[in-house]
């Protein structure tokens, strides 16, 4: 939402003086690449710094901070500042429940009108509808900015009071909505079954035990200088100091703030399995389906999907000046946190996608996608080289389908980018899926391998 010359040269100075920490164990040539996504998401968004921890085998590897903290001072941004990472709080808060589960303080099937008497639909909604977003609260804050009220102090109860006690969006189990409000009753919920405040409770139950140190509550006050700054952007204009939500405000849907590594903490215990029993990942990790039947792709305080092959666990934050995104592949052992000082733009998740892309993309499959753009770039001519193919798949390259193939990817002149997107197995197969990238097009790619590497199926066809 900076737009100004000055600053651009001031963030490219800065991007490449950040030093990683002694932890760094990755080969140079992935950590260039990790560091050049990152510095293209700051370049395109405008935002002024970001802070990044990967993790690879269950273990941190890379840390390290770009840019500007404060744009005024030009002061750069270190691996030891903290950034805000909003909603992503939200999955410790889920995780405080699961902890009271397993003492039998509550259940996910307890109905909230139990501790929060006076609710709309009370009696009807659970603890595991309002982890889930199934519940039917109104959301209280979905805007990208402040609003006026938002710079006065509020109580969870006062937000409770005018949010929870109208008429639900939609029958309880029926939908999924994003709401906040769903989380500051779910605050409420822990503190009123655990006996004290939740991020007492989530100090001593899951930031302690990991060793996450640099944990504050900016519900109570914001950052202070020795942190990374808030910052906003209005359309290509410069960047500007972001206003300080009111006290109470955000509370357990984002009132958190720490370093990237300190969040790779929670990440590796996510992978390891270490703070929750395994009854309560799988219900922190498990798809919500409607009544009907119909996935949700969230679980209790993380979104969760199957891409390409892996087990995904993400979820992004924002709140006034910070935007960030926290993304755990728990079955591969990796997990990529990236953090940002500006508000309401795509780079935390546009750094966190190709990272994680990066990170995922082994030798082997290097050579899948080279052999997939070699065979693209050689039908755009009409051949293929047989050698690869089975015996169908041979038949079904044709000298007419060879010239198909040449008329019409042809014209779309330069390939510029092959990325593979899909993976399962099937028929004693694998099944990939790619899309490819033309100078004029972008088309989709589907192939099936046999054990001994020669492909069965390569067809294409437009995205």
């Known amino acids: 939402m900076p737009g100004m010359k000055v600053?651009?040269?001031?963030?490219?100075?800065?991007?490449?003086?950040?030093?990683?920490?002694?932890?760094?164990?990755?080969?140079?040539?992935?950590?260039?690449?990790?560091?050049?996504?990152?510095?293209?998401?700051?370049?395109?968004?405008?935002?002024?710094?970001a802070s990044i921890a990967v993790v690879k085998g269950g273990q941190l590897v890379y840390t390290r901070a770009y840019g500007l903290a404060n744009v005024e001072n030009k002061a750069e941004a270190t691996p030891g500042m903290r950034y805000s990472i909003g909603s992503i709080s939200k999955q410790f808060a889920a995780s405080a429940i699961l902890l009271l589960a397993e003492e039998g303080r509550l259940s996910l099937d307890d109905k909230v009108g139990k501790f929060l008497p006076g609710l709309t639909r009370g009696g009807d909604v659970s603890l595991r509808q309002l982890?889930?977003?199934t519940a039917?609260?109104?959301?209280?804050?979905?805007?990208?900015?402040?609003m006026p009220g938002m710079l006065k102090p509020?109580?969870?109860?006062?937000?409770?009071?005018?949010?929870?006690?109208?008429?639900l969006d939609f029958e309880p189990g029926t939908a999924w909505q994003y709401s906040n409000t769903n989380y500051v009753i779910i605050g409420l919920v822990v503190q009123k079954a655990a006996g004290q405040p939740l991020f007492d409770f989530l100090q001593q139950r899951i930031f302690g035990t990991l060793g996450m140190t640099s944990i504050q509550n900016i519900d109570e006050a914001a950052l202070g200088p020795a942190d990374a700054s808030r910052y906003t952007r209005m359309a290509s204009g410069p960047v500007r100091p972001a206003p300080k939500e009111g006290r109470g405000w955000i509370f357990?849907?984002?009132e958190l703030a720490m370093t990237a590594s300190d969040l790779a903490k929670w990440d590796i215990s996510l992978i390891k399995r270490t703070v929750l029993k395994p009854e309560s990942y799988r219900a922190l990790e498990t798809e919500t389906l409607l009544v009907n039947g119909v996935g949700t792709g969230y679980g209790l305080g993380v979104s969760v999907r199957l891409q390409g092959g892996h087990r995904i666990l993400s979820h992004g934050g924002e709140v006034s000046g910070f935007t960030a995104q926290n993304v755990v592949y728990p079955d591969d052992g990796?997990?990529?946190?990236?953090?940002?000082?500006?508000?309401a733009t795509d780079a935390s998740g546009r750094a966190a996608g190709k990272i994680a892309t990066l990170l995922l993309a082994p030798a082997e499959e290097h050579g899948r996608i080279q052999q997939v753009t070699g065979i693209l770039k050689g039908l755009q001519h009409g051949t293929i080289d047989r050698a690869l193919l089975t015996d169908n798949n041979s038949f079904y390259f044709s000298a007419d389908a060879l010239k198909d193939f040449a008329a019409s990817l042809g014209p779309l002149g330069e390939l510029t980018s092959v990325t593979q997107d899909a993976q399962t197995l099937r028929g004693g197969m694998t099944f990939r899926g790619y899309r490819a990238v033309f100078a004029k097009a972008t088309v989709?790619?589907?192939?099936?391998?046999?054990?001994?590497?020669?492909l069965e199926q390569f067809l294409v066809a437009p995205e």
Do not use: C, H
């Open 252 to 254: 357990a849907a984002g």
């Open 7 to 49: 600053l651009y040269l001031a963030l490219l100075s800065a991007l490449m003086a950040g030093p990683a920490q002694a932890q760094d164990t990755m080969p140079p040539a992935l950590t260039s690449k990790i560091d050049a996504a990152v510095t293209e998401a700051l370049q395109t968004t405008g935002a002024p710094s």
């Open 131 to 133: 982890l889930s977003m």
């Open 334 to 343: 990796l997990a990529v946190v990236v953090l940002t000082n500006l508000d």
């Open 444 to 454: 989709r790619v589907s192939t099936y391998t046999m054990p001994d590497g020669k």
């Open 136 to 146: 039917g609260y109104q959301d209280y804050w979905p805007q990208d900015y402040v």
């Open 154 to 167: 509020v109580t969870p109860e006062e937000i409770v009071n005018r949010w929870a006690r109208i008429p």
